[in-house]
């Protein structure tokens, strides 16, 4: 992963992560009810700003959220069926935020996490890859 800096109106610098991506994780591996799967990890200090989900096979009869350590849907909740190369970014810009769901766009990490995912049921089929994109201040 590369590091750039750009310039904020304010003369600070921060430091740009390009886009972090996980394995691919298999859906219909993980067993309903049986944890998260950390998926990309989040160094302490990081500003994330997006969260994204790429199907990477036919995701079908599923649910899972894609959250963190301290809120296991922060960022996507209930996600069910995705077609093979569908990317779903949080927050869904068709439902926006779902802040009683515990989404969120974006979020600061006072410590270091992972970014998970959380299968609910087991899938009949399905495998996601998660993309991170993340600043540190």
Known sequence: MRSDVIEQNSGQQWRLKHTAI???????ATPSGGGAVAAVPVPAGAYVSKVGVLCTGAV????????????????MDG?????TADLVMAPNVATGVDISAGEVGAHLYSSADTIDVLVNNTATTGSVKVLVWYYIP
């Not at 996980?22 to 219909?28: F, G, L, N, Q, R």
């Not at 079908?60 to 960022?75: E, L």
């Not at 996600?79 to 077609?83: C, D």
């Open 22 to 28: 996980s394995k691919e994780i298999d859906v219909t």
């Open 79 to 83: 996600i069910t069926t995705m077609a």
């Open 60 to 75: 079908v009869s599923s649910d899972f959220d894609v959250g963190d350590g301290a809120n296991t849907d922060r960022y």
